[in-house]
């Protein structure tokens, strides 16, 4: 027979705070119930363990050989029932422990996680960041089965059924090695299609994006001689030729490389930045805590 269809949560509550108090009038002012209530839930705890539990002694109850053999272990299981629900409530982030995993690009991992994980070591020791390569095909289902708890990436590509918050707006530089014979701080288009540029291409293989056709629209083709897989190589790239390249901001801003960063001559398009979450996490204290401290960082980044 399967007596936990017949379990209630509150009997075993019940049962914590008769062996106790070893007396029902006391134990239902600890509980705020009524003494026939308790009473009441005494014989069913009586019939769901097939015995007495608690006798009539000279001035209290007293429990019986079954009830002390129960004690110790009620008392754990309750208290890991507290403290599991406590943790959802409330997150320390001090002592706490947490996996989150989280899915970007290698532009946002260097913006935004690394700086991230320094600040967790300080804030948040027992929080661990599990780094996944950002899908976004697949990103719905990740998420919908906890291989992915947090993404980072544009609104605008985001599965609708999933939560967003927006972090920051970026927008594109221009850069070239300190001492680039042509790079200057006022570049007419013309002057910016005649150098030699690397763009990034998710495959490594395409020689041109949407700012070729904005330069095309214009009468103007740029000479790109590189096709790179990652925003990541583009500073080390520039510095040591005379290669240019347009990318976001935030990345050449303390990425350690002497550059020279100048504004585009041509209006190009920035993006927006947003973390994304499955509904299933929304309460979370833990993953709240986590989402609000990216927030917070990526505000003062």
């Known amino acids: 027979m399967n007596t936990t269809k017949r379990l209630d949560l509150n009997l075993l509550l019940t049962l914590e705070t008769l062996l106790a108090e070893r007396n029902v009038s006391r134990a239902a002012d600890r509980l705020c119930l009524s003494q026939p209530a308790v009473s009441s839930q005494l014989n069913r705890l009586r019939t769901l363990f097939d015995d007495a539990l608690l006798v009539p002694g000279h001035r209290a109850m007293m429990p019986t050989a079954k009830a002390l053999t129960l004690r110790e272990p009620l008392r754990q299981a309750l208290d890991q029932v507290r403290a599991t629900l406590a943790e959802h409530r409330h ?30 070591r300080k804030q948040a020791p027992g929080v661990r960041i599990a780094l996944r390569h950002l899908d976004v095909a697949q990103l719905e289902a990740q998420m919908a089965s906890g ?59 395409d020689f041109s994006t949407p700012v070729d056709d904005a330069l095309a629209a214009l009468g103007y083709r740029r000479n790109v001689v590189v096709s790179a897989s990652s925003f990541l190589l583009l500073p080390d790239m520039v510095a040591h030729s005379d290669l240019v390249a347009l990318v976001p901001a935030r990345l050449v801003r303390e990425c350690g490389v002497p550059l020279r960063i100048v504004p585009c001559p041509l209006a190009v398009p920035g993006f927006g930045v947003a973390m994304l979450w499955h509904e299933h996490d929304h309460g979370h204290a833990g993953q709240r805590w986590v989402r609000d401290f990216v927030a917070e960082l990526a505000s003062r980044l």
């Open 147 to 205: 291989e992915v708890d947090l993404a980072l990436m544009s609104p605008e590509h985001a599965p609708a059924s999933l939560r967003t918050r927006h972090l920051f707006d970026e927008h594109y530089v221009l850069i070239g090695r300190q001492r680039h014979p042509r790079l200057r701080r006022k570049l007419s288009v013309p002057q910016f299609a005649a150098l030699d540029q690397v763009i990034v291409s998710l495959h490594g293989s």
């Open 91 to 120: 997150f320390d982030p001090k002592t706490a422990r947490l996996t989150v995993s989280i899915a970007c690009t290698d532009y946002l991992q260097k913006v935004i996680v690394q700086p991230l994980l320094v600040a967790l």
